[in-house]
């Protein structure tokens, strides 16, 4: 079993950045590919990243290719999601969500495994 805690959420404006963290415990960090899933008010839980264990694979949803970038320090047992040009549209609650098909990227959140609380993300206009 992995216990995963986000960080990193906040306020921004509309075109800054923020950088969550997802720090993971328990079992053995690299045993899993990694996503980043978020769910805005009144909406359901959306894809927005994921990586495979290694980092060799990524894959992301169309709303964010090109301004977010997902990434791995199995070392520090973290994964990170890099957040820039940030929207309006980005206000959600992110969470971070483990994986024991590890050498995939899924999009899928019913292959997730393992899910964090969450951290909330708000852009201003």
């Known amino acids: 079993q992995v216990q995963l805690v986000e960080s990193g959420g906040g306020l921004v404006q509309a075109g800054g950045s923020l950088r969550l963290s997802c720090a993971a415990s328990?079992?053995?960090?690299?045993?899993?590919?990694m996503g980043w899933f978020r769910q805005a008010p009144g909406k359901e839980r959306a894809f927005v990243a994921a990586?495979?264990?290694?980092?060799?694979?990524?894959n992301y949803a169309d709303s964010v290719k090109g301004r977010f970038t997902i990434s791995r320090d199995n070392a520090k047992n973290t994964a990170y999601l890099q957040m820039n040009s940030l929207e309006p549209e980005d206000t959600a609650a992110y969470y971070c969500?483990?994986?024991?098909?590890?050498?995939?990227?899924?999009?899928?959140?019913?292959?997730?495994?393992?899910w964090g609380k969450g951290t909330l993300v708000t852009v201003s206009s």
């Open positions: 969500a483990a994986s024991s098909n590890s050498y995939n990227a899924y999009s899928d959140y019913t292959r997730m495994d393992y």
């Open positions: 328990g079992r053995t960090f690299s045993s899993y590919a």
């Open positions: 990586i495979s264990w290694s980092g060799a694979r990524t």
